[in-house]
């Protein structure tokens, strides 16, 4: 079978290989793959400047945002031939620690976790694949490929969790403004939840013409484009693009009792000028709260299958700006300026 692999730390080491097919394992899944989501990490990996492989491997099956469909299934497992499903992709540490024991790999407190397509497991870049039934999670089969989005809501499902939690500090809480920066598909699926509870949705990014304006306006939400006004102020603030400028303004931009949850990931070795003295009289004062957010467990899963079911499937489609086959899944990790979601397709979902 074809598989996408990478030596990790070599740049441009990417290639698709002929790998064997998995072996029999009565425990785990058999499944098909039907698409992979390509994101920021993918491509870092393919760089050189992340991801390890297996042990005791040089190379490493790339693909953590999975859609596959199930061809064999444990008795007993809770799966069925047929069943269209997505990857969990992080594992909990051998230890376990005590976030890893309760399920909540997503807090690992040690390190010691690994991730598939990125960390020390093989990914979902495969033809064929195992799979836990664990760390498996059912999709509407009614999604067809756009079950691929579930892994990217996840991160979301679990940001939106914690301002939950965090927001119901107070019994007076009633959020209505979002601000959402970055308008990539973390930012866009920030926005959707964000209009599925019913706030007023606000959206800034860069891009001036293509899609991303006219996703967030169907969603009844206001697109701003570079800058917002100086006045403008948000209850929650979600900010998807790690850019250090942008964090810095939209940490002014939260309201009394407000909350800021950072999804976006910033390079080192870059600082910016800072009164460190007027932030932290600001947070104390306005009871301000301000938390990082990356990756999820299970139950973040589950509530992004939840969301992406609730969705409009033709404003869900419209993310998805390429699609494209493997025998030119080399075009799927070369960025252009319009993508949203780019979808390596393995085989058709229907």
């Known amino acids: 079978m074809k598989a996408i692999t990478v030596l990790p730390g070599t740049p441009a080491s990417v290639q698709l290989d002929d790998r064997p097919e998995p072996g029999p394992d009565r425990n785990a899944l058999l499944v098909e793959a039907l698409a992979l989501g390509i994101c920021g990490t ?18 490493l099956i790339l693909g953590h945002e999975s859609l596959g469909r199930v061809l064999e299934a444990p008795d007993g497992s809770g799966f069925a031939r047929g069943d269209h499903v997505v990857g969990i992709v992080r594992r909990k540490d051998p230890v376990p620690c005590v976030a890893c024991a309760a399920g909540e790999w997503d807090m690992c407190r040690n390190g010691q976790y690994t991730e598939r397509g990125i960390k020390a497991l093989d990914g979902y870049g495969a033809e064929r694949y195992r799979l836990e039934p ?76 293509g899609p991303k304006p006219e996703l967030v306006r169907d969603l009844g939400g206001t697109y701003h484009t570079r800058r917002l006004p100086d006045e403008f102020q948000a209850d929650i603030v979600i900010e998807c693009t790690g850019a250090l400028t942008v964090i810095a303004d939209v940490m002014k931009r939260a309201t009394v009792d407000g909350i800021v ?68 899944w080399h075009e799927a990790f070369q960025g252009r300026p319009e993508d949203i979601k780019v979808v390596l397709q393995f085989a058709e979902a229907a």
């Not at 979301?156 to 914690?162: I, N, S």
């Not at 033709?314 to 493997?326: A, N």
């Open 134 to 209: 664990d760390y498996a999670v059912k999709v509407d089969p009614a999604l067809g490929l756009l079950g691929v989005l579930l892994e990217p809501s996840t991160i979301l499902a679990k940001a939106w969790d914690h301002i939950d939690r965090i927001g119901h500090r107070t019994r007076s809480w009633s959020p209505k403004t979002i601000l959402v920066t970055g308008a990539g598909p973390v930012g866009l699926l920030a926005a959707l939840m964000g209009r599925q509870r019913n706030h007023e949705i606000h959206v800034l990014d860069l891009a001036e013409t």
């Open 261 to 328: 949850c950072l999804t976006g990931v910033s390079n080192s070795g870059h600082s910016l000028p800072f009164d460190f003295g007027t932030f932290n009289r600001n947070m104390v004062l306005a009871n301000l709260v301000t938390f990082g957010s990356v990756n999820a467990n299970k139950r973040h899963y589950e509530m992004g299958a939840d969301a992406l079911a609730k969705a409009d499937r033709s404003w869900l489609s419209r993310m998805i700006t390429r699609k494209v086959p493997l025998s030119r």
């Open 42 to 59: 993918d491509r870092e990996i393919v760089s050189g400047a992340y991801g390890w492989a297996p042990p005791g491997r040089d190379r």
